[in-house]
Nanobody
Framework: VQLQAFGGGLVQAGGSLRLSCAAS????????MGWFRQAPGKEREFVAS????????YYADSVKGRFTISRHNAKNTVYLQMNSLKPEDTAVYYC?????????????????WGQGTQVTVSS
């Protein structure tokens, strides 16, 4: 599966963005999906993940209550709605697919990665 993330941009603190991750090559319903981010000088970190059916979601504490992960399997797309953005949310955001059973929250639990999309939140 090939993944392409888009929707990043520059937004003021308190604003919102919606990221999309489009899959090709294989239906996204075959995978649990996750979003990760990497800020300058920092390690890549988990943001959110969602089960194949969309019935289970997981979030990092730092984004809980502000971000929402969802998926539209018929459109082969996964989304990350980001509200109440903070300058510390500034990072390159990556989507990832997990072929194994279950839903992961760690980098090494994902098998396929898309290129990142830059999110910059100004104060």
């Amino acid at each position: 599966v090939q993944l392409q993330a888009f929707g990043g941009g520059l937004v003021q603190a308190g604003g919102s963005l919606r990221l999309s991750c489009a899959a090709s090559g294989r239906t996204v319903s075959s995978y649990a999906m996750g979003w990760f981010r990497q800020a300058p000088g920092k390690e890549r970190e988990f943001v959110a993940s969602i089960s194949r059916s969309g019935g289970a979601t997981y979030y990092a504490d730092s984004v809980k209550g502000r971000f929402t992960i969802s998926r539209h399997n018929a459109k082969n797309t996964v989304y990350l709605q980001m509200n109440s953005l903070k300058p510390e949310d500034t990072a390159v955001y990556y989507c990832a697919a997990r072929a194994r059973v279950g839903v992961g929250t760690k980098i090494d639990e994902y098998d396929y990665w898309g290129q990142g999309t830059q999110v910059t939140v100004s104060s």
